[in-house]
């Protein structure tokens, strides 16, 4: 049995990084909600609600340490509501000028706006995250931007490429990802000061001019037609975009597992040699343990936006069966998503690139992956497309001996049309390589251009 304090969360020990975890620590949960208050008090002195000196009274209160969060976690236990708990708790430390704490407002007024603020700092790292992998992942696309390698479908050999290109692709996927983020952020980072369905009833006339100072005062926007609540497709597009990350991170991290097969073995993911394990019983094993962890840390992200789908069907103006799960799902869903970003992009840094594997895989099987080529040959010499193709399916069957060029060489209906020199030229990967090469510098124009936005 656990022992009173022990940690039991793996976030707690195991995964996240400690800056992104302390977004969500109860002491700074509570400082978002105090500056919140501190805003709609300001705001309302502002115009001429509240006494200028009540106000000045509470913000210095909120945001001087003197409401404590063991304060506020006694008066939960007592009142069993937590922001009743936290404007109990400004309004003790305020003195006279608490009575003006809170004033016109409801709870989802407060836990919602804080909640977007939270989201704020949360996006920050986020796209900081995204800026990262990209840049890590366009390095090894300029890098072997010309080193060839055998591109693969249906996990079979198919034509050549480079292995630049492949991280060019990567790249700009996760640019994509950078985009939505840039794009969903205004509908994501937005709070409410309306009162108890959205009306803004109970702030009279400065209603709309309450919330919209409120909003300024925080940096963020307005739910433009809230209920008691913040509209949660909101959120539920946030969290369905973590997963959307979580699956691009996956892509990448699984193509790096594969390529990293022994029978394979075309890159492999940093091992220190000095110190690192691979097996404890395997003593010559290097498994790819980080890509490993990316992939098991993207399907638990990838589960929690359900969820958030269902939070948007609550009944009336409002109820709480989004309130719990949100506590969960919102720290743990950007807790990992940060982590597996952070780690795939030490990956993808340090990822060791065995050209000279490639190379031989290439050749592994004997210029078939040359045969659209010899296609597109014959049929610029006149023979229809699907007698080309037809040629060379039956001349590529796997019971046929020799390399294609020799089996190229040999068949009279190619040599009847196509020179010993040219089916040579025709052969050679470097016209499809220089072709990735090219097709990878165009995509990272795309890249560097979104970057600098």
Known sequence: MAESGELFCPLEFRYGREPVRHLFDRSERLKRALQVEAALALSEAELGMVPKDAAAAIQATATGGRVTIERVEALEQELRHD???????????????????????TSADITDTALALELKAAVAV????????IRALAAQARTH?????????HAQHAVPMSFGYKMAGAAAEITRQRVRLDELAPRLLVGKMAGAVGTGAGFGAHAEAVERRVMEHLGIGADEAPTQIVGRDRIAEFTNWLALV??????????IRNLQRTEIGEVQEPFDERRQVGSSTMAQKRNPIVAENVCSLARIVRAFALPPLENMVL???????????ERIVLPHSIVLTDDLLTKLTGVVA??????ARMQANLGLSGGLPMTESLILALTSKGVPRAEA????????????AGSLAERAHGNPAIRERLT??????????????RAAAEKTDRVLLYVDRELAR
């Open 83 to 105: 922001v009743m708990a936290i404007t109990r708790a400004l309004s003790e430390a305020a003195g006279p000028a608490g009575a003006w704490v809170h004033y016109g407002a």
């Open 126 to 133: 986020l796209r900081d995250d995204l800026t990262a992998l």
């Open 145 to 153: 931007r010309a080193t060839p390698e055998v591109g693969r479908t």
């Open 246 to 255: 979580a699956s691009s991170a996956e892509r990448i991290a699984t193509e």
């Open 315 to 325: 009944w009336h103006e409002r109820d709480l069966a989004n309130s719990a799960n």
């Open 350 to 355: 340090g990822l060791r690139v065995d050209a």
């Open 389 to 400: 193709h037809e040629l060379l399916r039956t001349l590529t069957h796997a019971s046929a």
């Open 420 to 433: 010993a020199a040219e089916i040579d030229a025709l052969l050679d990967p470097a016209a499809y390589v």
